[in-house]
C-alpha cells in the first residue's frame, strides 16, 4: 500500500477564498478612498479671469452692509463700530466715527439710503438717521417693548422707512422714525437669515435653520414652511424675478420654480464639495449667478447653476465671504470677514 501524501492530523491547505480575503479588502479600503477624495474634491476649473478686484481696509472688523448715496458715495458699517465712508464708487474706503457711548460695542448690521436720507441699524438697540448723506446722524431711541433686536433697514422715501428685527418683527415708519407702526402681528421667532425683495415681501430662516418663513404685504401673519431636504439651511433670498434661491448645509443651493410658490423648490445643485458651505448667492449685472462662502470659496455659474468655476480673485483672499451684493446701478461688493472686501470692476 501507498504510504498517505500526509499525516492523518495535519492541517489542511487554507482554501483559496481565504488567501485572497486580505487582498480583497485591501483593494475595497483603497477604493472607498479614491472616492471619498472625489467627494471632497476641489477641482472646479478655475476662471479664465476675474470681474472683482481686492479692496485693501484698514480694519480686522467684518463689513456687514454698504449703501451708496449716489453713483460714488457711499458708506460700509459692520462689527466693532465699523464705519468706512467712500467717494470713489468703493475702490477706496476711509474711517469714520460715529458720535456714541465709548463703553458701547455696537454691530452696525444694516444701513439703506434713498438719496441724502439714510438709516443705520445696530445691536443692541440702535437705531442712526441722517438727512445730510451721513454728514450729521441722530439717534433715535426705540420702545424697549420692540420685540427682538434690530436686524435689517429699507429706506422707502422722504422719512419713511422699514425696520425688521431679528425675530421677525416687521414696523413701518412715515415720520422720521418718531413712531412705528407694526405690519405683522406675529414674530417668526429667532433667524438667522432674513431678506427682502424691492416689492415688499421677506423672506427668513430660522434660527436652527430647521424651516423658513415668508411674508407679504399685506399678510397678517409669517407662512411657514418645511426645508427641503435634512440639511439645516443657512441663508434664503430672492432670484432678480422674485423667485426664491436657498443654501443648506452640505454645500446646497437650490432655486425656486413658481415666485408664487414658496415651495417650488427643484432638485439640490452642489457645485463643490470642499469642505466649506455657502453663506451667500447673488446676480450680477449679465444675469451670471455667485455664491461665496468659507475660506475664499467664491463660485460662478453663467449657465443657470449647471456648471460652475472658481474665481481666481476669490480663491486667493484669506476670509470668509459672508455677502455678496449688486446695487441697482450695476456696482457690485463681496463682503469678508475680518476686513475681506472685493470691487465689482466688470
Not at 475595497?28 to 476641489?42: M, P
Not at 443651493?253 to 463643490?272: C, H, M, N, T
Amino acid at each position: 500500500m501507498r504510504p498517505p501524501l500526509s499525516r492523518p492530523d495535519a492541517a489542511p491547505f487554507p482554501p483559496l477564498r481565504a488567501l485572497l480575503q486580505p487582498l480583497l479588502s485591501l483593494i475595497v479600503v483603497v477604493a472607498l478612498g479614491l472616492g471619498l477624495g472625489g467627494c471632497v474634491t476641489t477641482g472646479l476649473p478655475l476662471a479664465e479671469s476675474s470681474p472683482w478686484q481686492a479692496v485693501p481696509l484698514e480694519t480686522r472688523s467684518n463689513p456687514l452692509a454698504l449703501a451708496f448715496t449716489n453713483a460714488r458715495h457711499g458708506f460700509l458699517v459692520g462689527s466693532n463700530r465699523l464705519i468706512l465712508e467712500t467717494d470713489d464708487g468703493g475702490a477706496s474706503w476711509q474711517e469714520r466715527a460715529l458720535d456714541l457711548p465709548p463703553e458701547e460695542n455696537f454691530r452696525l448690521i444694516s444701513i439703506d439710503f434713498r438719496g441724502d436720507e439714510g438709516w443705520i441699524v445696530g445691536q443692541p438697540g440702535l437705531l442712526l438717521h441722517t438727512t445730510d448723506s451721513g454728514r450729521n446722524w441722530s439717534r433715535l431711541f426705540l420702545d424697549t417693548k420692540l420685540p427682538g433686536e434690530p436686524y435689517m433697514v429699507k429706506a422707502l422715501g422722504a422719512k419713511q422707512a422699514e425696520l425688521a428685527t431679528n425675530v421677525g418683527a416687521i414696523y413701518r415708519t412715515a415720520d422720521a422714525g418718531a413712531s412705528w407702526q407694526a405690519l405683522v402681528s406675529d414674530a417668526a421667532g429667532a433667524v438667522r437669515d432674513l431678506r427682502r425683495s424691492d416689492e415688499g415681501r421677506y423672506v427668513s430662516v430660522s434660527g436652527l435653520g430647521n424651516f423658513f418663513a415668508t411674508w407679504d404685504p399685506g399678510q397678517p401673519n409669517w407662512q411657514l414652511h418645511q426645508r427641503e431636504s435634512s440639511q439645516r439651511l443657512q441663508a434664503m433670498g430672492f432670484q432678480p424675478d422674485g423667485r426664491l434661491w436657498m443654501v443648506a448645509r452640505g454645500a446646497q443651493l437650490r432655486l425656486s420654480s413658481d415666485a408664487s410658490d414658496p415651495e417650488s423648490f427643484g432638485k439640490a445643485v452642489i457645485p463643490i464639495t470642499n469642505g466649506f458651505g455657502y453663506l451667500d448667492m447673488a446676480w450680477d449685472p449679465s444675469g451670471a449667478i455667485w455664491t461665496g462662502g468659507g475660506s475664499g470659496t467664491l463660485l460662478v455659474s453663467r449657465d443657470g447653476g449647471t456648471t460652475w468655476k472658481k474665481d481666481p480673485v476669490g480663491e486667493k483672499q484669506p476670509t470668509n465671504f459672508t455677502r455678496i451684493t449688486f446695487t441697482p446701478d450695476g456696482k457690485g461688493f463681496v463682503l469678508g470677514e475680518r476686513g475681506g472686501l472685493l470691487r465689482w470692476v466688470g
